[in-house]
């Protein structure tokens, strides 16, 4: 039951980011998720190539856009879900 009720999110690092660099990720699309006490969540999806709608932006791997996630913010915070992570973990 527990497992059911953990977070799959965890905030984007430079770790994920040097991970998906050395995976040869290209770019990586950033959806809204939603706002909360007036915090945007975005999750950041690796290698991504299609935008299905507004809400929705596609970055470069090495864009600065990219490089400008990992710093903290009080209005933002930028998400990867834990399938996004698996190669990770092995």
């Known amino acids: 039951m527990e ?3 953990r977070n799959p999110y965890q905030l984007f690092t430079q770790t994920i980011l040097d991970n998906w660099k050395k995976q040869n990720v290209a770019y990586i699309k950033v959806e809204e998720l939603s706002t909360i006490d007036n915090i945007t969540f975005f999750e950041i999806i690796p290698d991504s190539v ?3 709608s507004a809400n929705e932006m596609l970055y470069p791997i090495e864009s600065d856009n990219v490089d400008d996630m ?3 913010s009080k209005n933002a915070r930028f998400l990867v879900h ?3 992570l698996a190669d990770e973990d092995e």
């Open 82 to 84: 834990k399938i996004y």
């Open 50 to 52: 299609l935008v299905d």
């Open 70 to 72: 990992l710093i903290p």
């Open 3 to 5: 497992e059911q009720h």
